[in-house]
């Protein structure tokens, strides 16, 4: 009998791009959770793979008993149930990575559109208004500093688009780099604090956990320059979303560019909206053509490493807490 991968659907990829990708000499199934079909799909799944981590909780190892590896095709994994997943025992794996060019190259066009004011400019020119009643104040990313908060896969990548444009890069993260590696990446590491009073531009990387929660809170923006920016696209509970919109409707800082919010989809009447120095997109830094089929690539990649006896790639780290 062929081992089983079931495949959750999600709009963001194409099933016939996940028919064309899977390995020969699996069972391939594409489902979507609850009922009777998803049930008997997963009574025989020995990979489960897709955008899942919110069904990483004890029920899913209730019906899945034969299961030896959870692929998520995000990088991110903050809606699964940790605990439940320690008790399972089965190694679950984020995407290791797949994303990181796409998330990357959204933070540095979230950067420019903030410092040219883009939007605005698209606003008034579609208007009739040509530049508006004053020519807006614009910025060159050339000489700024960046801080980067977070200095993962993303968070390099990042780094190097940065310098591109000849930016100067500091980044603050728990994990700090070798001199020799900060020399080959040309950054500096300073404190988060000492980061946030000095960058032009703040850009946060950090995966959503408990230390990273309301990590952007009224004290730390109060630390910011009132000419400075701030980017996120890691994950929108990472900053106090009310001390956010006052410290941007104040002046207290110039600009953002987020990519995520505090609830997704935000509602209606969400303050933030009514702002015109920022820059909103819809959680949609990660998914891009290109991403997806490498997000595929990865998953479909440690499902064989598994079945032939290897150790998984990407495994997250608080299975071994």
């Known amino acids: ?173 728990i994990a700090r780099l070798r001199e020799e590696t900060e020399d080959a990446l040309n950054v500096r590491f300073r404190l988060y604090r000492e980061l946030l009073r000095n960058s032009d531009i703040v850009s946060l990387h950090v995966p959503l956990n408990a230390s990273t929660k309301g990590l952007l809170g009224e004290a730390e923006l109060a630390l910011m320059k009132p000419a400075a920016f701030l980017i996120n696209t890691s994950r929108g509970p990472v900053v106090d979303e009310g001390a956010l919109y006052r410290a941007l409707s104040s002046g207290q800082i110039a600009g953002a560019g987020l990519d995520v919010f505090d609830q997704e989809p935000p509602p209606p009447d969400n303050p933030l909206f009514n702002l015109d120095n920022v820059v909103l997109t819809a959680h949609m830094a990660g998914p891009t053509q290109d991403s997806n089929i490498a997000r595929l690539r990865n998953a479909f990649d440690n499902v064989q490493r598994v079945a032939r006896g290897e150790a998984p790639l990407w495994v997250i780290p608080e299975l071994n807490e």
């Not at 990483?56 to 995000?74: G, H, N, R, T």
């Open 1 to 173: 009998m062929k081992p089983r991968i079931v495949v959750v659907t999600q709009s963001m990829v194409d099933e016939a791009v996940i028919q064309e990708m899977a390995p020969d000499g699996f069972d391939l199934r594409i489902a979507k959770p609850g009922g009777a079909e998803w049930k008997e799909a997963m009574a025989g799944a020995e990979y489960l793979v897709g955008f899942v981590d919110m069904l990483v909780k004890d029920e899913l190892y209730a019906i899945a008993p034969k299961l030896k590896l959870i692929q998520v095709l995000s990088a991110g994994y903050d809606r699964a149930d940790i605990a439940a997943a320690r008790r399972g025992g089965v190694p679950f794996a984020n995407n290791g990575g797949a994303n990181s060019t796409a998330v990357s190259e959204h933070a540095v066009l979230l950067m420019l559109a903030v410092s040219r004011q883009l939007i605005r400019q698209h606003a008034n020119v579609a208007a009739g208004r040509w530049r508006g009643n004053q020519t807006p104040k614009l910025y060159e990313l050339r000489g700024r500093t960046l801080g980067i908060v977070g200095l993962g896969t993303i968070g390099k990548k990042t780094a190097r688009l940065a310098q591109a444009f000849g930016m100067n890069v500091h980044y603050y993260d």
